[in-house]
């Protein structure tokens, strides 16, 4: 298997392991009814960032432009890291292993006057940044997203490294 190879690989892999992950995400909140909190709602932004970006490099890749995808790449690298970290703040603060933010709750949009709030007031529920909605397997959303970001973080550096290989071959 030649670099370019492997780095195609990568780079599929993680387009898809990233679309599947804020699929999940969007489900669990459409269809499964569990409302997401400002941190969890700002956990997505490195999918809707990264994933464009694992694009732009598949893109150049193939037009044998390894360079500049490699490039692109690492910054990839750097946005599914940063989202990790994210997921290890928020997870660290449901186990109260740190405080969380103070100012964080309610991802599920503000009425629009004091007249329907106070229809609506049993409808409205405040979201916690510090408290998991949901375990799986003992890890909360906030903590599968610390392990799917640092995955997908890793299959944009071996991505970058094979292309940085393919330059050479």
Same mark, same amino acid.
């Given at each position: +298997?030649?670099?370019?190879?492997?780095?195609?690989?990568? +780079?599929?892999?993680?387009?898809?392991?990233?679309?599947?992950? %804020?699929?999940?995400?969007?489900?669990?909140?459409? %269809? /499964? &009814?569990? *409302?997401?909190? !400002?941190?969890?709602?700002?956990? @997505?932004?490195?999918?809707?960032?990264?994933?464009?970006?694992?694009?732009?490099?598949?893109?150049?890749?193939?037009? &044998?432009?390894?360079?500049?995808?490699?490039?692109?790449?690492?910054?990839?690298?750097?946005?599914?890291?940063?989202?990790?970290?994210? &997921?290890?703040?928020?997870?660290?603060? !449901?186990?109260?292993?740190?405080?969380?933010?103070? *100012?964080?709750?309610?991802?599920?949009?503000?009425?629009?006057?004091?007249?329907? +709030?106070? !229809?609506?007031?049993?409808?409205?529920?405040?979201?916690?940044?510090?408290?998991?909605?949901?375990?799986?397997?003992?890890?909360?959303?906030? /903590?599968?997203?610390?392990?799917?970001?640092? &995955?997908?973080?890793?299959?944009?550096? %071996?991505?970058?490294?094979?292309? @940085? /290989?393919?330059?050479? !071959?």
């Amino acid at each position: +298997m030649t670099k370019a190879t492997t780095a195609r690989a990568a +780079m599929t892999v993680l387009l898809l392991g990233g679309l599947a992950v %804020i699929a999940t995400a969007w489900g669990f909140q459409l %269809i /499964g &009814g569990y *409302d997401p909190c !400002e941190l969890c709602l700002e956990q @997505r932004v490195p999918y809707y960032v990264g994933l464009p970006l694992t694009v732009l490099a598949l893109v150049l890749a193939s037009k &044998g432009r390894h360079g500049p995808a490699a490039l692109v790449l690492l910054l990839t690298v750097a946005v599914f890291a940063y989202g990790s970290g994210l &997921g290890v703040y928020q997870a660290g603060a !449901e186990w109260d292993f740190w405080q969380g933010p103070t *100012d964080c709750g309610g991802g599920s949009g503000a009425p629009k006057s004091a007249a329907s +709030m106070l !229809e609506n007031l049993g409808g409205y529920r405040i979201v916690s940044c510090t408290e998991a909605a949901l375990r799986v397997l003992g890890l909360s959303f906030a /903590g599968w997203n610390a392990v799917a970001s640092a &995955g997908l973080a890793l299959l944009a550096l %071996i991505g970058a490294v094979s292309l @940085r /290989g393919a330059i050479k !071959e």
